[in-house]
């Protein structure tokens, strides 16, 4: 049997140079059966171990980019919210341990994803649809991170992880603290996360001066003399600081085990000041009354939110079952939009409860399977004076059944799933329900010499999301619209929108030998009724509008990892990536193409190790996005450089010393995936130390 390594060895861990085979693979805990990657058609990326390490960022979005058919949707440091084949927003599901994240991310492209990848185990990517498993907003994709919270195994002996790191770009000081241990019957978990940092920097004279901030300024009067916003170099207003705890606690009997854990985590960051800068316009909606307020102080989001998690697994509960899986969550989410004079322009709140049940049958002949529910309630509210989106509760009712068929030519799974979606918003606004059916079937097949084929077809379904349908809902008027401060926008929804379907094909070729790798991805996906933020091209007061539309769409792409070692050189081991990923997303009737989609991108990397060293280097080259949407503006090709070094000495070996330098050339980087290429490049030269270990 062919044995697929995780998209994550594609950028070469430890274990595809040093000794461990990359043919052992990942249980993936995303998909219910909990396969290895080999047995299921679904496209996924898988980050564990050392690779998680090396790649984790101070958002999801930043440590999943650069993994093939992943970007990030940047809104400065604070914010990087995860980008699946072009798919971002309500369109991509992130979960923490296999349930809901229940933040206000899908709302708007400030909002942070509340999610500490640092803390992962590991992180699972389900690249493309995957409502089957977790509902309608998992159309474009799922991103499940592991952590342990709640202990599903006893230890031999405590054990405490620690890890502290600096990066210069944005003079962030990370510190992380772990501590796992059990005593008879009961396991314990502790964890900590603390990080600051300060105002972003970026390559010289790129940030857009405050005075002229607008595209109109900017092609008439460059003024690359002119001074910026913050010390030079800097983009204003993009410091921040994080917090996050969390307690679990699990108790193991024979048939399983039950558990219960909390997090805290608090948060505050700035949104880049150009942003919003002509805030000081009088004649601005969004600005009134701070006229006289600093630009360079800019908006600051301060979020705050406590998560409850129960979990229970028992194995072969009945007769028929195999294993038996509930959880609960409870997340207690907030945060406001704080102006520069200190007051709150508004503050969104989400309770929300979520409750699911897995359960796998035994085998009956060549079928196994899972069968389970999720139910959903939310109650979401924005209020304030720059509130746009009405207060609205939602009720989600979902039944699953994935059924895998043992042949001996190849595997075939099938599944189908019924949501219910309620919403009831308490303004004058409609209510809606929506009922949407989707299914799915694949097909996974070993060749020779280690080749393997699969192809999946999936017909999926997405109620609209609350701000889709909602913003500034039943506002005629011009002058009534309000708009988002922080993402300078005016946001119209349309209360009248149906459910959007997708139907999706995947095609897949790969080969694995040895410890090298081979794997290409073909997808198309055709969109009805696709929902989509578009600019009108209007303008009120100089603030932009954008309507959430429907309107027919395809997408599709290409996507490449691979690993070849290439023997010894110098003493160690040395081996040699390649990976690349292409996407067009095009809306039909000649209406252009979808905004914000990823550039095209070929990313080579070697890897070296030998004894108590490690290093790599790495090129990006992301291609000129020029197909673009109506109203958007071109994005400029770049190449990034990256250098890393990592030390484990033998007398220690379970710490590690590292080093990193990114973007060595400072080159102007501006992501088609964000909403402020325009004004907020990625970070410039910058340098990362650390140390991490155990005992």
């Known amino acids: 049997m062919k044995k697929r390594i995780s998209a994550a060895l594609a950028f070469v861990s430890a274990a595809a140079v040093g000794g461990e085979s990359p043919a052992m693979e990942h249980v993936l805990v995303t998909v219910p059966l909990h396969k ?28 999943l980019a650069l993994q093939p058919g992943l970007n ?14 072009g798919q971002q927003g ?35 990517v389900l690249r493309g649809p995957a409502t089957l498993l977790y ?65 972003l920097t970026v390559p010289k004279n790129t940030a857009v001066p405050l005075e002229h901030h607008d595209e109109e300024h900017i092609e008439e009067e460059p003024h ?55 805030h000081a316009h009088e004649e601005d909606p969004l600005a009134a009354d701070h006229e006289e307020e600093n630009p360079e102080q800019g908006i600051r989001i301060d979020l705050e939110q406590t998560r409850y998690d129960l979990a229970l697994h028992l194995h072969e509960p009945l007769p028929l079952l195999d294993e038996l899986r509930f959880f609960g ?8 939009e704080v102006e520069p004079s200190g007051e709150v322009g508004t503050t969104y709140s989400n309770k929300s409860r979520q409750l699911r049940l897995e359960a796998v049958h035994k085998t009956l002949g060549i079928w196994h399977g899972v069968f389970g529910l999720q139910v959903g309630q939310s109650e979401f509210s924005a209020l304030g004076e720059e509130a746009f989106i009405p207060i609205t509760d939602k009720d989600q009712l979902g039944l699953f059944l994935v059924e895998d068929l043992h042949f001996d030519a190849g595997l075939l799974e099938l599944g189908v799933r019924y949501d219910r979606d309620e919403l009831d918003p308490q303004s004058g606004a409609n209510s809606r329900v929506f009922n949407n059916l989707s299914f799915s079937a694949s097909w996974v097949q070993n060749l020779e010499h280690g080749w393997q084929w699969s192809a999946a077809y999936s017909h999926a379904e997405r109620a609209p999301a609350i701000e889709e349908l909602y913003s500034n809902a ?32 995947d095609l897949s070729l790969s080969r694995s030998w040895g410890d090298n790798y081979l794997e290409v991805v073909l997808y198309h996906n055709q969109f009805s009724d696709y929902i989509g933020l578009l600019n009108t091209g209007l303008e009120v007061d100089m603030v932009s509008v954008y309507q959430y539309t429907q309107v027919d769409a395809t997408f599709s792409g290409l996507e490449l990892s691979s690993v070849l070692a290439l023997g010894e050189f110098g003493g160690g081991d040395l081996a040699l990536s390649i990976n690349g990923d292409m996407s067009r997303g095009k809306l039909d009737a ?53 250098l890393g070094l990592e030390w484990s000495p033998s007398q220690a070996s379970d710490w590690t010393v590292f080093a990193s330098v990114h973007n060595l050339t400072d080159e102007e980087i501006r992501l088609h995936t964000s909403f402020l290429k325009e004004i907020a490049p990625e970070p410039g030269r910058g340098f990362e130390i650390g140390v991490r270990g155990q005992f």
């Open 36 to 63: 290895k990657t080999s047995e299921t058609a679904l496209p996924v990326t898988v980050l564990s171990g050392e690779a998680l390490q090396r790649a984790a960022g101070s958002t999801i979005g930043d440590t």
């Open 72 to 85: 990030s949707a940047s809104f400065g440091p604070g914010v990087g919210q995860p980008v699946i084949r």
């Open 90 to 124: 309500a369109r991509v599901t992130v979960l923490q341990n296999g349930t809901i994240s229940a933040d206000a991310s899908n709302l708007s492209a400030d909002h942070a994803v509340a999610v500490e990848s640092i803390l992962a185990d590991s992180i699972e």
């Open 135 to 199: 509902g309608g907003g998992a159309i474009g994709g799922v991103v499940n991170v592991t952590d342990g919270r709640i202990p599903p195994r006893l230890v031999d002996q405590a054990e405490t992880r620690a890890e502290f790191r600096y990066d210069s770009a944005s003079q962030a000081s990370t510190g992380v603290v772990r501590w796992d241990a059990s005593q008879g019957d009961y396991a314990f978990h502790l964890d900590a996360v603390v990080r600051s940092w300060g105002d």
């Open 224 to 278: 690359a003399d002119e001074e910026y916003a913050g010390p030079p170099s800097r983009l204003a207003n993009t410091d921040g600081e994080t917090d996050i705890v969390t307690l679990g606690l699990s108790r193991h009997f024979e048939a399983g085990f039950a558990g219960f854990s909390v997090q805290r985590q608090n948060s505050n960051y700035g949104i880049p000041a150009a942003a919003h800068a002509h």
């Open 329 to 336: 969550t409870y997340t207690d989410y907030q945060h406001s």
């Open 474 to 505: 039943g506002v005629l008027n011009e002058v009534d619209w309000v708009g988002h401060a922080a993402t300078e926008a005016i946001e119209l929804g349309a209360s009248d929108l149906d459910s959007e379907t997708s139907n999706n094909v």
């Open 590 to 642: 000649s209406q252009g193409y979808v905004p914000r989609m990823p550039a095209n991108r070929l990313l080579a990397q070697l890897d070296w190790r030998g004894g108590e060293l490690y290093t790599w280097a790495r090129v990006v080259r992301a291609f000129e996005q020029d197909r673009v949407a109506f109203n958007e503006e071109a994005t400029e090709a770049y190449t990034r450089v990256d």
